[in-house]
């Protein structure tokens, strides 16, 4: 056999899967840029957490708590929850894959929703298995569709809540009637990575529903309130079987030190995280009511973002407006690869950033 030619291949299904595409940082020629793409919060981390960070590099020679306890317990001690129950990842996207790794396999299936984040189907088509993708009514995720789609095949589902691009959430009623029609044997993930935010009396991030059920997971992340997105720390409240199963292929130090300190310093710091909510609320009714009122359709979020949707009119739509606020130094996300091609995210920032984009969009929708 002639093998001059032949080179490694990954296995099949690999070169299929679209990389995922992080929202963009640069705007060229600007002096300012505001960067309105990734969800960042405006306030940046707990000073405790940076002193923490800080005091741990001096350590760097020594391999990190590869059971991240120092974090797990300050998880447990803010929530109420047993450590024995908490894994911590680079990330919760680490997390996400890991549960996939384990769980899901070639001839299986794990069902997302049609604007859901796309992490999940990357993750579920790296471990060979077929994402279902269901469709969402009016950026609201239909727990009826997603129960249809189950076959014998579902072995996940993958659920954000709040969800992300929408910014909209599923009611803790309509989560339990889910999770009562899945079949035991299906894992039913609840990313929470922007629960924090969400000030509704029929919410809930998925604690009670973990603890009372043997099918479901919730993830958080401490990218978002917590300001530390450079570090990657996830973690992930689970049943013991589960944490015991995934602790098999989890990483040996799959967490660095200082991410471990920054970390349990921030999830301790809740008075610096009922900051963030005060601002994010504040500027969440301002943003939503300045962009309404000159036209544009915001969908209702929970969250420390916005979905926008432009105008179909030549000149008007999301393409254009995008290129209109980067030439003035705001980064918002576009989300095509979301199904939403007429339509922008915009994080909550600064009170600085707010209302340079009230102000750009307001110019732009007012040009002929």
Not at 276 to 285: I, M, R, S, T, Y
């Amino acid at each position: 056999m002639n093998t001059e030619n032949l080179s490694p291949l990954p296995r099949p299904g690999i070169l299929d899967i679209a990389a995922y595409v992080p929202g963009k940082e640069h705007a060229p020629g600007v002096a300012k840029v505001y960067k309105l793409s990734s969800n960042e919060t405006p306030l940046g981390p707990s000073p405790k957490a940076i002193e923490a960070f800080q005091k741990a590099a001096g350590k760097l020679e020594i391999y990190p708590d590869g059971l991240a306890m120092q974090l797990r317990e300050a998880i447990g001690s803010v929530f109420g929850l047993n450590t024995a129950n908490l894994m911590c990842g680079n990330g919760s996207d680490e997390l996400l894959g890991l549960l996939c790794h384990v769980y899901l396999g070639d001839g299986d299936e794990g069902i997302i929703t049609e604007h859901g984040f796309l992490v999940y189907k990357i993750q579920i088509m790296g471990a060979g298995a077929t994402p279902v993708v269901v469709k969402e009514k009016d950026c609201h995720v239909d727990v009826d569709a997603i129960l249809a789609a189950v076959t014998p095949r579902t072995k996940i589902v993958f659920l954000a809540n709040p969800a992300n691009p929408t910014g909209t959430y599923v009611p803790v009623s309509e989560i339990r009637r889910l999770q009562a029609g899945l079949p035991k044997n299906v894992i039913l993930v609840l990313d929470a990575a922007y629960a924090e935010y969400v000030r509704r009396n029929d919410y809930e991030a998925g604690l009670e529903l973990v603890s009372s059920n043997q099918n479901v997971v919730m993830t958080r992340t401490f990218s978002k309130i917590h300001g530390l997105a450079a570090l990657r720390i996830g973690w992930m409240y689970a049943p013991l079987p589960i944490i015991d199963a995934l602790n098999r292929v989890r990483g040996p130090f799959n967490m660095n030190g200082p991410a471990i300190a920054a970390g349990a310093a921030a999830i301790r710091d809740q008075a610096f995280a009922a900051t963030a909510v005060d601002h994010n609320l504040l500027w969440l009714g301002k943003v939503t009511g300045a962009l309404s009122s000159i036209g544009l359709t915001v969908t209702p979020s929970v969250t420390n973002f916005v979905l926008i949707h432009f105008p179909e009119t030549e000149g008007k739509r999301a393409a254009d407006a995008d290129d209109f606020l980067t030439s003035r130094g705001f980064i918002l996300r576009a989300v095509r690869g979301y199904g939403f091609p007429n339509a922008l995210r915009m994080t909550i920032g600064s009170a600085e950033a707010n209302e340079g984009v009230i102000a750009a969009l307001t110019e732009f929708m007012g040009r002929r």
